[in-house]
C-alpha cells in the first residue's frame, strides 16, 4: 500500500516519515467492543526508540481509497519486537480490519508527529479527559507519570466501561464514569476545584474532536490554566 496512501502519505514521505510492516500474531476481544491485536513490529522499536504514549498509523483500505488511523502502542516491547494495539469497535475500516485480524494478516504502519514531553516542573495531579478510544494513551500517561495522584473523567453510559483494561491504581486514581451526553457539563462542574487544590496540574484531553477544543477552550480560556500544562488532542471525529 506504500504507493497508493493519496496526498496524506505524500505528505508523510515529505516529512521523513517511517514506514513498517507489523504481522498480526493474535487478539483477543476483551470486551464485545473492544478488541486488542498483538503484533510483531517489523523492526518498529529498533528504528524509532519507544517513549510513552507513543502511537503509529496504520493504513487501511476503505472502499479502494487510503484510510489511516492512529492508535497507541500498549506493553512495546523493543528486545522482542512486539506491541499490542487496542481498538473500539465501531463502523468504519479500521475496526472492520481489528475484527477480522488473524495471525499472519499484515497492516502498514507510518511513524510521524509522535512525541512526549514530560511537564516540567512534574504534576502534583493529572487531569485526565478520554473515552475508550484513548484508553491506551490514558493508560500510558499514567503509568510515565508515575507517582502523581490523577483524577479521569471518562466517557461512557453506565456499564460501557466494565471489562476495559483500565491500568488505574485506586490507591491514587480516582475514576470518574460519565455518560457521554454529560462530560462537557460534569467537567465544567467538577474541574475547577480540583485546579484550585492543585499547585502544578496537567491536563490531558482526548475525546472526540468537538468535545476536545471546546474542553481545551474552557480550561486555557475561561480557567486560564497556561499552555505547556495543557495536552489536547481529538482522537475521531463525532457524526
Known sequence: MAQGRGWEGAVLRLMRAKDFTLTVTGA??????FRRVHLTDGGLLAATGVHPTMWVRLWFDNAGRPHQRAYTLVDPDPAAGTFSLEFALHEGAASDWARAARPGDTVEATVQGTAFDAPAPAPDRVLAIGDPASLPAINSLLAALGPAPAT????????????????????????????RAELVERVRAELPAQLTATAHPY?????????????????????????????????????
Open 203 to 239: 491536563v490531558w484531553i482526548t475525546c472526540d474532536t468537538r468535545t476536545t477544543r471546546t474542553l481545551s477552550a474552557y480550561v486555557r480560556k475561561e480557567l486560564g490554566v497556561p499552555k505547556e500544562r495543557v495536552h489536547a488532542l481529538g482522537y475521531w471525529r463525532a457524526d
Open 152 to 179: 479521569v473523567w471518562f466517557e461512557g453510559s453506565d456499564g460501557e466501561g466494565d471489562g476495559l483494561p483500565f491500568r488505574t491504581d485506586p490507591a491514587r486514581h480516582e475514576l470518574r464514569h460519565v455518560p
Open 28 to 33: 483477543q476481544d476483551v470486551t464485545p467492543r
